[in-house]
């Protein structure tokens, strides 16, 4: 799985209802993560700080999830 799709799975989860967004550890009350592919790879960043997470949780390589999310998603 490509980078790429990975970051279009973390963009869906982080606009899904009914889950818990990824969130700057710096401050929670800061605006969702967001995936971004640098030099060094996919990363989440914080829209109102500094904060760089280098850590993409394993769910979201994980088909069985992103099935579980989509049908999630179909239901709102």
């Known amino acids: 799985m490509n980078e ?3 970051k279009q799975r973390i ?3 982080q606009q899904a209802e009914g ?5 700057c550890v ?3 009350k800061h ?3 967001y995936p ?3 030099e060094q790879g996919l990363v989440l960043l914080c829209p109102n700080c500094n904060y760089k997470q280098t850590y993409i949780p394993d769910l979201f390589y994980d ?14």
């Open 11 to 13: 963009k869906d989860y």
């Open 26 to 28: 710096n401050n929670s």
């Open 63 to 76: 088909e069985g999830f992103y099935e579980w999310l989509r049908g999630m998603k179909s239901l709102l």
């Open 36 to 38: 971004k592919v640098l």
């Open 19 to 23: 889950v818990h967004p990824l969130t």
């Open 4 to 6: 790429e799709d990975v």
């Open 31 to 33: 605006e969702k993560l």
